[in-house]
């Protein structure tokens, strides 16, 4: 089955339309629906909530910050949610942090009353300045968390970056910016919780939610509700797309919904509308990096130094990992033998941000690839070669000190992308026919640009041993396999590839076997939907746990018996139950220091290459992608047709960041553009032609070679485009010791005030 495309397991559901998502689960006896009253200023102190006595509130539930702290109605439970920092309250209570903080809860059967009940409620509020950029939080303008506003930082040095500068042929630094994304997710977050009387007597609690990690929201519920392991309860629906804005975001939905059906006593429906969605939840972190490279005078890169801050927002939420994952892919694809990264995390007074397709890489490769295309500018090479020659491979070293030794893909990926693309022959082209154009007074220019990045596959460092992820795979009768996962389907084909692994592990056909719903309560804890981590780390232990099951019934066999009759019978054996639960173990080579941050950062890579051609408007500056070629390491491919799948909507992602997307704040801390109308995202109308090539170097250590796709797309395509919009413009005779575009989003009007500001 490894390397096969067969039909998607959920394809016909959602086709035809019976998938069932949340709002389309059938209302529950006395259901409440449910809404948020949040803070409209970005900084303050809450001194009262008052409610309009001229409503009628008296079919309407109202829960506050008090409720989670009431020792009757939530006894040993507290108002925190439960991540890597409990920073975060379920409810402010006095202190406001951001502009749509949650404040009071609402629950009324009637859904229309609901939200008329929540511009009844008038909240008493002590403005104080927020802090709205990176810069402001770094001066200490104001400061909003802890000392001096730094939620995180790490440091990485190999070498002696700042002696081996002074001994290069060229030393270049640039300056580089990036911004929010929302990830737009299909389907906006939304829950149903209900509280019921366990067997045991126990209050008990289930949450059906559109979200990718249950067991984050399992935690979530036990810290805010005192709850034992087994007396909460947390179930995936059908989920309409997360791109990590469903991993840590739906355990603030679910402790709302829950805090509300708990003090009605009824289940609590909430479904946020786009609105909502999009200014209350977390966003892709901006960035700020300066990147110096010293390099001799044939090119040779020899040192970096990277200086990098993300905006984290009000509260630590997942910034360290986001954070953790840009500092260690800063300095990019490229060997030098001296490195030194400096990276900081500081709150601000927006949402907190968090967890985005590629997490922190997509912002710092955005830095190191744009310098790459400045150098090779300086020293007038062409961008593909310098790439070439400074590219890592086999036996090179980090900026953390890790050896690559195994599965190293990235001159592969180089090598397939510029002959698809026939890289030099049709950048020539391009200038012959911009001069052509020239000529003839037309008023738009073709570029060709290039970008080469490689991604981490899995939890950092010691992250999976910590983690000890566990799949269990079942016997059930007539020889069939049941695989029990935490791993969430979003959309990518979890279901369906797991279903190949098994099927590939076990020998068992892919029509006898079955993936369980992920619930808590029926399935071990995988770790979260996350890293890129799920058919390299969970997959390689479904395989393992499919196995060990089919060697079982193997030895119970008789000669001319099927597997199912020997299946049968080793369950009436055995008593009924056969199950293989499976923990992870990262291979035995991968060592990593948390303290100096030195080692093996990722048991592997995978590895890409992008190159975009585009036609810009020399009037408006308008940019449209008309082709793009890319080349991917993906180690083995389990489903091809699934795999490039996610490959081109990553990077039709990545262009929406880079040409389309701009997250607008006022002032106060608003988003002056939180509707699908105004924040505009690429759609198959954007989308190039795309010539996507899978290139296999297969990783020892996961299933049949395969190793992490799903975030790689993501980092590279905003530097190719920016680097084809310099090739467009290069008759302008722009200046070769800088970037003319170093900042993203690469809009018309940001494209036309830099070339303005250049060629003055």
Known sequence: MIGQNVPRTDGLAKVVGTARYIDDVPPLEGELWGVTVRSPVARGVLTKIELDPSFDWSDVTVATADDLEDPKLNPGGVNLVALIEEDQPVLAKRELRHMYEPIVLLACADRDKAERARAAVKLHIDPLPPVLSIDDALAKKHVVWGKDNVLKRYR????????????????????????????????????????FQGADGAEQLKVLGSLQCPYYVHKALKKAFALKDDHAHVEQTVTGGGFGGKEEYPSLVALHASLLSKKSGKPVRMIYGRKEDIEATTKRHPSQCTVTIGCKKDGTFVAVKVDCAMDGGAYVTLTPVVLSRGALHACGAYKFQHNAVDAVAVATSTPPNGAFRGFGAPQTIWAIERHVDAVARALGRDPEDLRRQNLFEEGDVTATGQVLSVSVGGRPCLEAATRAADWKARRANIERFNERLAREGK???????????????????????????????????????????????????????????????????IEDIAVEVPCTTNVPDSGPTVASRTVMVVGSIVAKAAAEIAERVREESKPGESFAEAGDRLLRRVGGTVSSLQQYEPPVTVAFDEETYTGDAYPCFSWMCDVAEVEVDLDTFETRVVKWWSATDVGRAIHPVLCAGQVEGGTLQAIGWALHEDLVWRPDGSIANARMTNYIVPTAVDAPPFETILVEVPFPHGPGGAKGVGELPMDGGAPAIASAIEHALAELKLPTDRALLPDLPLLPERVFERVMKETA
């Open 156 to 195: 990485i040095r190999r070498g002696d970056v700042d002696a081996a500068l002074k001994d290069c042929d060229l030393v270049l630094t640039g300056t580089y910016r990036t911004h929010h994304q929302e990830q737009m997710y299909i389907e906006p977050q939304g829950v149903i919780a209900r509280w």
């Open 443 to 509: 008023r738009v220019r073709r570029g060709l640009g290039i970008s080469t990045f490689m991604h981490g596959g899995g939890f950092t460092g010691s992250g999976e041993r910590r983690l000890k992820g566990k799949v269990a795979v079942d016997l059930e009768p007539g020889g069939r396999l049941r695989v029990r996962s935490a791993s969430t389907d979003i959309g990518q084909g979890t279901e369906t590839v797991f279903r190949q692994i098994a099927a590939s592990a076990s020998g068992v056909r």
